[in-house]
């Protein structure tokens, strides 16, 4: 699979809204995902089949699929090939998926999964990892992107208000790969500091397309 998935330096917008998010819905993430690209994004990060369609539909950028799917306390991001795929059929160009070591749901290896991911649907893999030895478990499996999207949210670890830098230019340090910063990216500065880090493209959602975390996030500044 090639590594040249987006470009270097280039922005992705995740449109995602979760089932209490008044914009929730494949119409709302498709409009999110037209004013990103009209913004100037190279890609879009979507979860599920109907917002992918939905969005392939309006946009003509690479579009990074997941299928959040099973119990929010382990793999629940694409875990399966099932769940890949269908998100591919939905007209994802680029499957993210959890990359750590945990156990998957039905028992099948990460190595396993890439390789059918690749062989059986023809598009690259973006591991979503916690920390730099999952990083490393991630490419060992034949990833060809690497994202710190799990930094801070499984206890490998520590949360934070901000982007975890230093797991970033730990990956790009040591992983031979694209490094893909997410996670907490709220600001024009936090993007610039993620590419000074090492990133090969950064990932933005809340700050872009969740106006409802957005205005708590201020109200919460000022309380």
Known sequence: MSDAVFPFR?????????????????GPMALMARAAAAGGAAGIRANGPDDVAAISAV????????????????????????????????????????GTPRPRPDGASLADLVAAIHDRLGVPVMADVDSLAAGRHARAAGVDLVGTTLAGYTGESADGDGPDLALVRELAAEVDCPIVAEGRFWSRDDVLAGFEAGAHTVVVGTAITNPMAITRRLVEAVR
């Not at 280039?10 to 494949?26: K, M, T, Y």
């Not at 699929?65 to 694409?78: E, F, L, M, P, S």
């Not at 090939?81 to 959890?98: C, H, K, N, Q, W």
């Open 10 to 26: 280039s922005i992705v917008v995740s449109c995602q809204a979760g089932a209490d998010n008044p914009l929730h819905g494949p």
């Open 59 to 98: 946009v003509d950028l690479p579009i990074l699929g997941i299928n959040k799917t099973g119990d929010r306390a382990g793999v629940y991001i694409t875990p399966s090939f099932e769940s890949a795929a269908a998100v591919v059929r939905a007209g994802a160009t680029v499957i993210a998926l959890d």
